[in-house]
């Protein structure tokens, strides 16, 4: 066996999407989600369905970053408890394949809508443990769902810049959307809701629309104006938005004293530990969001 003289490196993922051609002065929408945890038992799956159904129906793209399996197993010591897996995986020895499964299940439907599914601190998690990338399995087996005409989802991994090309109708303008992603590390606290991340990406990344994470289960969305000067010499001022999108879950779910006589406890990690819950619904505190680009 020869080893190979290129050693292949990563980090960071471009995504480039294929150009789009729009009328001046029309709308081109991205709805962004992250950390739909598919397999844990708090999580309110019709609304991830309910908002993947209204970004098909309007033709609006979707992007996914990260923490989209929960993929809780009984290595995982921080996590793991029986009732922190969702009863329709119980019993199977195979709960990462389940997991995929329901996965494929739940998107499949929205295939040719989907750009592209990043990873999350918990797929690398199952990475460590088990040497397996659970969104490359998803990706494979979403294929046979697409029949639009070179239509690809792409692997974003955990952090990557996404650009969406347009080219007007009857003229010579071409724009650009770029999207800096990444997932997000570190705590979730209830005070900071993740923003110092997303302002410390703002010092070292530069020429992008809106930089993007997930991770801390709050949605936050600002907006910056940073300032630069053109090879003219003119000041230019350009907006940028900074996103944060939460979560799908209702931590703080009701059990009585007579549930846990009968049934035992049912408890959660983020409730054991006061954390902030994130609300639900596209109105809520936590759910996707979607970033319109105007096309001139």
């Not at 009732?83 to 499949?108: P, Q």
């Not at 460590?128 to 792409?154: E, Q």
């Not at 409730?271 to 505190?285: H, L, Q, S, Y």
Request: glycine content about 12%; overall charge positive.
């Amino acid at each position: 066996m020869v080893a190979s003289s290129t050693q292949i490196l990563g980090g960071i993922t471009p995504v480039i999407m294929p150009k789009r051609t729009y009328k001046a002065g029309s709308s081109f929408y991205v709805h962004l989600m992250s950390d739909l945890h598919i397999g844990a038992p708090t999580v309110n799956y019709r609304l991830i369905q309910a908002e993947l159904e209204i970004a098909k129906q309007n033709g609006w793209r979707v992007m996914i970053n990260g923490d989209v399996f929960d993929a809780i197993i009984t290595k995982d010591a921080k996590r793991f408890s029986p009732t922190a897996i969702h009863s329709r995986l119980h019993g199977r020895d195979d709960i990462l394949n389940a997991a995929v499964d329901w996965a494929f299940e739940i998107l499949s439907p929205y295939a040719e809508i989907i750009d592209m599914i990043g990873v999350g601190n918990h797929e690398t998690s199952i990475e460590k443990y088990g040497s397996v990338d659970l969104v490359a399995m998803l990706i494979d087996k979403l294929k046979p769902a697409i029949t639009a005409k070179d239509h690809v989802i792409h692997h974003g991994g955990y952090c990557g810049i996404v650009r969406y090309s347009f080219q007007c109708k009857g003229g010579n303008s071409r724009q650009s959307l770029r999207i800096f992603y990444h997932h997000g590390s570190g705590g979730a606290s209830p005070v900071s809701q993740g923003l110092p991340n997303l302002f410390r990406m703002g010092n070292w990344v530069e020429g992008v629309d809106i930089i993007w994470t997930g991770h801390t289960h709050n949605r936050v969305t600002t907006h910056d104006t940073v300032m630069s000067m053109d090879a003219g010499g003119n000041i230019v001022a350009k907006q940028r938005r900074n996103i944060v999108t939460g979560a799908y879950m209702d931590t703080y779910g009701q059990q009585t004293p007579q549930s846990i006589a009968k049934h035992g406890r049912r408890g959660n990690y983020a409730a054991d530990r006061a954390m902030k819950p994130g609300g639900a619904g596209r109105g809520g505190a936590a759910c996707g969001l979607f970033t319109r680009h105007q096309v001139n």
